[in-house]
Nanobody
Framework: QVQLVESGGGLVQAGGSLRLSCAASGRTFNNYGAGWFRQAPGKEREFVAGISWSGGTRYADSVKGRFTISRDNARNTVALQMNSLKPEDTAVYYC????????????????????WGQGTQVTASS
């Protein structure tokens, strides 16, 4: 059974930092891409950051220079370091993994991901 468990969310003042982690189990993840998405109340889910199986990364313009995605294949985890948080970063954050092996393209659309976590709340207060 595939399980993705996010952790690290919470409440932080604007300008602060949080580190999200996603622990994956139940299948092989090393050869697949991963990503982080978020959904704020009343808004559609949006792409935040993605990482290919080989380590290539891509970011939404709104988080470039502030967020960093990384992966640890030995531990089947993907992390999102979020610095200089803004109130507009407030959302539920979801990790997701693809099932297309050895894909060098970082996918940015939710429908391109197959397995999803339950989400973790991030709130940046002004």
């Amino acid at each position: 059974q595939v399980q993705l468990v996010e952790s690290g969310g919470g409440l932080v003042q604007a300008g602060g930092s949080l580190r999200l982690s996603c622990a994956a189990s139940g299948r092989t993840f090393n050869n697949y891409g991963a990503g982080w998405f978020r959904q704020a109340p009343g808004k559609e889910r949006e792409f935040v950051a993605g990482i290919s199986w080989s380590g290539g990364t891509r970011y939404a313009d709104s988080v470039k220079g502030r967020f960093t995605i990384s992966r640890d294949n030995a531990r089947n985890t993907v992390a999102l370091q979020m610095n200089s948080l803004k109130p507009e970063d407030t959302a539920v954050y979801y990790c997701a993994w693809t099932r297309t092996p050895f894909d060098v393209i970082v996918r940015v659309n939710g429908y391109e991901y197959d397995d999803w976590g339950q989400g973790t709340q991030v709130t940046a207060s002004s």
